[in-house]
Structure formats: C-alpha cells, structure tokens
C-alpha cells in the first residue's frame, strides 16, 4: 500500500477533478463554449488527429530545439562567468538587462528580424529557456567548499581536472533542477511565438480557435502543449537520474 500511494494518489486526484469537471460543472450552468467537459476535448483527439498532430509537431520541434540550443548556451556562457571573473563584470549585467526585457516585447522584434519561419520561435524558446540555467549553472560551478578546493591543490590537480571532478558534478543537481523548469518554458516560448506570427502549431491553434469560438479545440491545443512540457519533463527527469547514477560510480 505505501508503494502504491505515490501512484494512486495522484491518480485519485486527477480522476475526482475530471469526474467533477464532467458531471458537476454543467450542472452548474457553465455553457459549454466556455468549459467544455473532458469527453468533448478528448473527442477533438479522435475525430481531429490531424488537425492536432499537423499542429503539434511543429511546436515540439521549436520547443526541442530552443531547450537544446538555450540550455547550451547557458551553460558555455556559464563556465565562462565562473572562470573569467572580468569577463563576468563585464557582461553579466547585459545578461541581466536582456533578461528584464519581457518575451511577449521581445518577440515581435526577433520575428521581424529572422521572418516567420520556425527559427524566431526555436530562439525565442532558447532566450526564456537561458537565463535561470545560467543563473544556477554559475552557482552550482561555484558551490565548492573551501576544504574540497584545498585538497585538490593538494593533489596538484590542475583547473580543467578540478572542474572535471569536482564543479561539473557539484554543478549538475543545480543544472538539471534548470533543466526540468525549462522544460515548460521552452514549450511556452514557442507558443508564443507561435501567437505573434504562425498559421501552424499549438499556438496558432489556440489563437484560431479562440477566436473561432471553438474551446473544444481551444482546451485539446491546451493539452496537447501541456502533455509535451510533462513528456519533456519525463525525459529530463529519465536523463538526470542515468547521469547523476554513473557520476555516482
């Protein structure tokens, strides 16, 4: 039973939500163009493949795509601020300032720089992706203790050693609890670049059939993005546990 309860509960959970949502919700009045019930969003699935899997993709694509591209670069930019202090008063500070800039103000500019191609939407992802696995890259890069420092220069360790052994693995816990955050900020970066210029992916669907005034295609757009951001959650979370079990040995 203790074993079972991580699964059921969450289960339990998510069925009495729907079960509610089903049964009770229209019984209050609630019209179906605003909250239309499970059965209804699920039917989207069955009856509208297509339209849904034509849409999803492309989103995915972005969202796979600005996750590796920003999450790369937080990291090598990362190594870079630890390492080369001068480097870091210099720039770090510009970092800082991009990252005020909100994505919504962000995006129309990119778009009309690169076009409405996919590639202003894999950047956009990769920018909303960056900056807090920078940010705990560069902390996890500099969480050695004092004593761990001194004995490898005991142990005539040079600096790409001591970064090998002992900053890149007291940098991972930090760097993959960045990794599952960015997960559903990449998605929500492509989305919305999807909404300032797309005819194709979940956010072009969302924006069509919310105007429309169709919210069963509305809330299956709704979760399909959400069911990529916990798929991408899952994987990262399948990866850390691979990596941080051979770092172990």
Known sequence: MILLGPVLAPAFGALSI?????????????????????TKILSVFVTQTDLVVSNFWPTATEALAGFFFGNLAAVMFAIVFAYARFVRMAYFPVVLFFNTIPILALSPIIILIFGLGMTPKIIIAAIICFFPTLVNMIRGLESATVSEEELFRMLSANRFETFLRLHLPRSLPMLFSSLRIATATAVIGAIVGEWIGADKGLGALIIQATFNYQSDRLYAAIVASSSLSIALFALVALVEARVMKGWAK
Request: hydrophobic share 50%; proline share 19%; net charge neutral.
């Open 18 to 38: 729907l079960a509610a949502w089903q049964f009770l919700l229209p019984l209050s009045g609630v019209p179906s163009y605003i909250a239309p019930t499970p």
